[in-house]
C-alpha cells in the first residue's frame, strides 16, 4: 500500500559495456536466468524452479479374472445356441402350428368327454322299472319295543 518502493530495481543494460562483461550460461548461478522483460530489457532473475513432475507409476499388468474368460469363450457358443435354434423354429414353424391346433382339439374332446360320459353312464344304469320299497313298523305300548320289515319288489 505503499505509493513509493523502498528500493531501486537496477538492470544490466542491453548493450553490455565492456565494464559488466557478458556472463556466460555455465556463470550464471542456479534458480536465475536471463529473462526479458515487457520493455524489452534482458536482465538475471531468480525464478521458480519448475516443480518436479511426479514419477508416472509403472503399470503394473494384472491378471484377467477367471470369470472374465470364461464370459468370453462362451459368449460366442451361446449366441451360435440361439441362432441355431432360431432356424430350428423357423422350420418347424409349420408343424408347431400344426401341434397347437391338434392340441386344442384334444383340449375340445376331453372336456366334451368329460361333460358327456357321466350322462351316458347315468342313463345305462337306469332300471327299467323303479323298485318298490315297502316298510311295515309295528310297536306294542307307550314304550314299547318297535320292529318292522322292509320289502324290495
Given at each position: ?63 484377467i ?7 468370453a ?8 445356441g ?19 391346433h ?11 368327454g ?9 342313463a ?30
Amino acid at each position: 500500500m505503499h505509493s513509493q518502493t523502498p528500493y531501486e530495481i537496477t538492470t544490466l543494460p542491453a548493450q553490455p559495456s565492456s565494464a559488466y562483461g557478458e556472463m556466460l550460461p555455465h556463470e550464471i548461478p542456479p534458480g536465475v536466468q536471463l529473462v526479458t522483460l515487457p520493455g524489452g530489457v534482458r536482465t538475471l532473475a531468480y525464478t521458480q524452479p519448475p516443480a518436479a513432475a511426479a514419477p508416472q507409476p509403472v503399470p503394473v499388468a494384472q491378471p484377467i479374472p477367471t470369470w472374465a474368460k470364461t464370459t468370453a469363450l462362451l459368449a460366442p457358443t451361446v449366441g451360435g445356441g440361439i441362432a441355431a435354434a432360431s432356424v430350428g423354429l423357423s422350420y418347424a414353424a409349420p408343424g408347431l402350428i400344426a401341434m397347437s391346433h391338434a392340441l386344442w382339439s384334444a383340449v375340445a374332446l376331453i372336456a366334451a368327454g368329460a361333460v358327456v360320459v357321466p350322462l351316458v353312464l347315468r342313463a345305462a344304469r337306469r332300471p327299467a322299472a323303479p323298485a318298490q320299497i315297502t316298510q311295515n313298523i309295528t310297536a306294542t305300548g307307550l314304550f314299547g319295543k318297535a320292529t318292522g320289515t322292509i320289502n324290495h319288489r
